[in-house]
């Protein structure tokens, strides 16, 4: 099965994507609402809520394979006690087990400015883990791992025009709206190195993963994979 890249995805599908590009903007900005009136049944509302998030967080693995990733077992669902708030449903965690991979944790430092170019960089030997050089996208990494890149590969980090050894930083169009860190990354921008964590959890009024999608919308993406593994029983 062909890989995908970031110049095959189509502003029809109307798919938003792990990347910089303007793209992704436009897309969020004219996205149409999350239900249509053409979708009437439950199964037509888990299905869209299926295709979009898996949209996302993509990782160019098959459907397939993901089925063998799918966890049926998540946190227990917080309730509100007292005048605490509640958490978010936890289902907004479908796609945990994801965020422990090596191109997802270069992309979300912001080393790479799409999930392709951090996968480009990880198979051309620019990242390491713990001191020694992966070259697997999809390798998982532990808590306390320590995802270092190499400098002259982060894309926000130039050559001066002095010919000086210090890189300058220079922002890139666009990418403003992705400037933001998931609570389980500790990273240090100055050695251009991540420790991972934890596993991403959710909070009261918050969840850790980053997405354009809102909770509920994965809780119904998180059906659909439950009744399909029940199904296939």
């Not at 903007?25 to 898996?54: C, E, G, S, V």
């Not at 949209?55 to 998540?74: C, S, V």
């Not at 005048?83 to 907004?92: F, K």
């Not at 945990?96 to 991979?101: F, G, P, V």
Request: hydrophobic share 35%.
């Amino acid at each position: 099965m062909p890989r995908k890249s970031e110049k095959q995805l189509k502003l029809s599908r109307q798919l938003i994507s792990m990347s910089w590009n303007p793209r992704n903007l436009y897309q969020l900005a004219t996205k149409k609402r999350l239900f249509t009136i053409k979708q009437r049944t439950l199964f037509q509302h888990m299905w869209k809520a299926k295709r979009d998030t898996r949209g996302y967080h993509d990782a160019n693995i098959t459907e397939k394979q993901w089925l063998r990733m799918f966890k049926p077992q998540l946190p227990t669902l917080n309730v509100k006690l007292g005048d605490r708030a509640n958490h978010p449903n936890t289902a907004s965690l479908l796609y945990a087990c994801m965020e422990r991979r090596l191109d997802f944790i270069v992309f979300r430092s912001h080393f790479a400015s799409s999930i392709w170019m951090a996968r480009q960089m990880i198979i051309h030997g620019k990242v390491k883990v713990n001191g020694k050089k992966l070259q697997f996208p999809s390798h998982t990494v532990k808590d306390g791992d320590v995802v270092s890149v190499d400098p002259e590969s982060v894309v926000t980090l130039k050559t001066p025009a002095n010919g000086s050894k210090v890189l300058d930083f220079v922002p890139q169009p666009y990418q403003q709206p992705w400037m933001f860190l998931p609570d389980y990354l500790e990273v240090n921008y100055n050695t251009c190195s991540t420790v991972f964590l934890r596993e991403p959890e959710t909070r009261p009024n918050a969840t850790d993963i980053p997405s354009p999608y809102p909770p509920e919308f994965h809780a119904l993406a998180f059906e659909f994979y439950l009744r399909r593994g029940r199904t296939r029983k």
